[in-house]
Nanobody, 124 residues
Framework: QVQLVESGGGLVQAGGSLRLSCAAS????????MGWFRQAPGKEREFVAA?????????YRDVSVKGRFTISRDSTKNTVYLQMNSLKPEDTALYYC????????????????WGRGTQVTVST
């Protein structure tokens, strides 16, 4: 099992930026894929972005985040990042990092390692 710890959340004004980090430990990550999910109050958790560890192939939710959010990884630090620019109030949510062995997935049920989340709040 991989331990995942998120950081980097906070309060930011609309139009601002945040970079979330997810530090992974506990096993080799060469066959791993990691994703970011978010859950707003009263809503279901939803996929945001994912990346494969070895090749760095990425996927994003849809046009609502693609172009504003960028997922990346630093193999030397075993860390995945989510750079979020041009933040909007509707981006307010608890952001979770998740991992799975194998290819990336947009389905949260296919991830079995989860962090505890980091809160992102975007004010108007």
């Amino acid at each position: 099992q991989v331990q995942l710890v998120e950081s980097g959340g906070g309060l930011v004004q609309a139009g601002g930026s945040l970079r979330l980090s997810c530090a992974a430990s506990g096993r080799a990550l060469s066959t791993y894929a990691m994703g970011w999910f978010r859950q707003a109050p009263g809503k279901e958790r939803e996929f945001v972005a994912a990346i494969t560890w070895r090749a760095g192939i990425t996927a994003y939710r849809d046009v609502s985040v693609k172009g504003r959010f960028t997922i990346s990884r630093d193999s030397t630090k075993n860390t995945v990042y989510l750079q979020m620019n041009s933040l909007k109030p509707e981006d307010t949510a608890l952001y979770y990092c998740a991992g799975r062995v194998g290819g990336m997935s947009i389905r949260e049920t296919e991830y079995y390692d989860w962090g505890r989340g980091t809160q992102v709040t975007v004010s108007t």
